[in-house]
């Protein structure tokens, strides 16, 4: 099968596409014939080697945490999947990924696809709609009539959590530059902040929960602006938890999980018309490299995918 590979950590231009062997699905796997492959910033992050304390690899290594596709064949225990379902998920991190056509994956870490949408779309979905999911819902507690704040709210991340925010009856205020503030207001925002011009701290308080996509600064200002026993939710590394915890605010970081159910709910959210993935920039396989060098600008608004059929 064609494949994009790396055989040693670097830029963008050790992204090989090339002829791999097609992987067999173990007895609790299914191989999946892979439609579309998300991009995400842990993809260049991988590339590069700066992530082999979080998610060691072993090299060659193919990359990509996002697939959507269709079932070509399952393991001798598998019975919930048959050949030619619709499926989408995020594969494990450690293992060859979705820069492919074919990906053998655990049973357990996908679902069925969104029926509404096609497999570029549903590929956007998993990794950055179940973190939006699990930083505001399971990590954040976030409920109806709370006030959350987003920030980097017009990326990959953002831009699902600004939508289940909404959907959940919070009051959403999200930060990104001028030119996504119209973006994020499209999206359902109650209040946008252009971090580049603006103070967010000068502009808002009484914030229940902070999603924090950013970190560094952006995370110690943030602390200004939650009210106390409220919440800070990181993507990113925890870098003020003793500052937090003196004012009776809790900060907490993680890694996003592959849960089932979790993808079931946002395909039920998505062929409901509640939520919409935003994609706005594909490649082909091949040109996996120039995909990266975008996600990389840090800049995205909504996702990027790889269109492998
Ligand atoms: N822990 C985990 O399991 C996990 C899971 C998913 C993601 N992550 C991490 O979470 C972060 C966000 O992921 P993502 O996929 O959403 O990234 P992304 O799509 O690349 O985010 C891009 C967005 O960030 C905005 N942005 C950049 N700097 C900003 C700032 N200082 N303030 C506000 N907005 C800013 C940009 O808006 P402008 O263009 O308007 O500046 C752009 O729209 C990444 O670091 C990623 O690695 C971690």
Redesign the pocket.
């Known amino acids: 099968m064609k494949a994009v590979r790396i055989h040693e950590f670097g830029g963008p231009e050790v992204l090989k596409y090339e002829e791999v062997p097609r992987p067999a699905p173990a007895p609790d796997e299914v191989l999946i014939k892979v439609y579309a492959s998300g991009v995400?910033?842990?993809d260049w992050?991988m590339r590069a080697g700066l992530a082999q304390s979080l998610f060691p690899i072993h090299l060659p290594f193919i990359p990509g945490w996002d697939v959507s596709g269709e079932i070509e064949e399952v393991g001798s225990d598998i019975l919930i999947f048959k050949k030619g379902e619709e499926v989408y998920g995020r594969p494990e991190v450690t293992r060859d990924g979705t820069y492919a056509e074919y990906v053998a994956v655990k049973a357990d870490q996908i679902n069925f696809k969104p029926q509404s949408i096609d497999h570029d779309k549903a590929a956007s979905v998993p990794?950055?709609g179940l973190?939006a999911w699990q930083g505001l819902f399971d990590y954040g507690h976030l409920e109806e009539g709370q006030k959350v704040l987003i920030?980097?709210?017009?990326?990959?991340?953002?831009s699902f959590a600004i939508q289940l925010a909404k959907w959940k009856g919070a009051r959403v205020i999200g930060?990104?530059?001028e030119?996504?503030i119209d973006f994020l207001f499209d999206l359902g925002a109650d209040g946008a902040i252009d971090?580049k011009n603006e103070k967010f701290e000068d502009k808002i308080t009484g914030v229940d929960l902070v999603l924090d996509?950013?970190g560094g600064d952006?995370q110690k200002r943030s602390l200004k602006v939650i009210k106390k026993g409220g919440r800070l939710v990181t993507?990113?590394q925890p870098q003020y938890k003793e500052e937090a915890k003196a004012k009776s605010i809790m900060m907490e970081?993680?890694?996003?999980r592959s849960l089932p159910e979790e993808l079931q709910q946002l395909a039920n959210l998505i062929d409901s018309g509640k939520i919409k993935p935003i994609v706005t920039r594909k490649f082909s396989l091949k040109d996996a490299a120039a995909a990266q060098k975008e996600?990389e600008k840090?800049?995205?608004?909504g996702k990027i995918v790889l269109t492998v059929v």
């Open positions: 995400n910033p842990v992050k990794l950055a973190t920030h980097a709210a017009s990326g990959g991340v953002g930060t990104a530059s030119e996504n971090y996509l950013v952006t993507t990113v970081a993680f890694l996003t996600i840090g800049h995205t608004r």
